[in-house]
């Protein structure tokens, strides 16, 4: 019994083993998808505060 136990564990485990790697690989990819998203924001952030900026300099640039 205990023989077969281990035979059915040795033919099981690539299989366990894939769907582990599966599912960190599915880890992975939503964590870099999130960090893609929160880098395009900051940029998106900062794009729009150097045009506000680049907007006051010229207007204050016109009024000197």
Request: proline share 2%; charged share 25%; aromatic share 4%.
């Amino acid at each position: 019994m205990l023989a077969r136990t281990l035979v059915d564990h040795l033919l099981s485990w690539p299989v366990a083993s894939q769907q582990v790697a599966r599912r960190n690989a599915l880890l992975a990819a939503t964590a870099l998808t999130q960090g893609r998203m929160e880098r395009d924001e900051v940029d998106r952030f900062v794009a729009a505060a150097a045009a506000r900026r680049e907007v006051r300099v010229l207007r204050d640039a016109q009024l000197a």
